[in-house]
Nanobody, 122 residues
Framework: QVQLVESGGGLVQTGGSLRLSCAASGFTFGNYATGWFRQAPGKEREFVAAIRFSMTYYADSVKGRFTISRDNAKNTVYLQMDSLKPEDTAVYYC?????????????????WGQGTQVTVSS
């Protein structure tokens, strides 16, 4: 059974940091690209960051503030979020995509986690 379980969300003040984790099971993690997406109330789900092998990709809105990484030995992908802003408030989802390339497209991913809430207060 494929599972992606996010953790690490919470409430933080503007300028603060959080580290999200996503633990994967039920599939060969090393064969998949992984990504983070987010969805704010009333908005569509949007791309945040993705990683495949050593290649990383970021949305312009988080570039320089967020860092995606993964530990294949632990089947886990991380999202380090620094200099957080109120506009970063959203439910954050991790996703996995089989293949050799990452994607910034929501429809490009095969598996999704249940999401973790991140709230940045002003």
């Amino acid at each position: 059974q494929v599972q992606l379980v996010e953790s690490g969300g919470g409430l933080v003040q503007t300028g603060g940091s959080l580290r999200l984790s996503c633990a994967a099971s039920g599939f060969t993690f090393g064969n998949y690209a992984t990504g983070w997406f987010r969805q704010a109330p009333g908005k569509e789900r949007e791309f945040v960051a993705a990683i495949r092998f050593s290649m990383t990709y970021y949305a312009d809105s988080v570039k320089g503030r967020f860092t995606i990484s993964r530990d294949n030995a632990k089947n886990t992908v991380y999202l380090q979020m620094d200099s957080l802003k109120p506009e970063d408030t959203a439910v954050y989802y991790c996703a996995a995509r089989q293949g050799f390339s990452a994607s910034t497209d929501v429809d490009g991913y095969d598996y999704w986690g249940q999401g973790t809430q991140v709230t940045v207060s002003s």
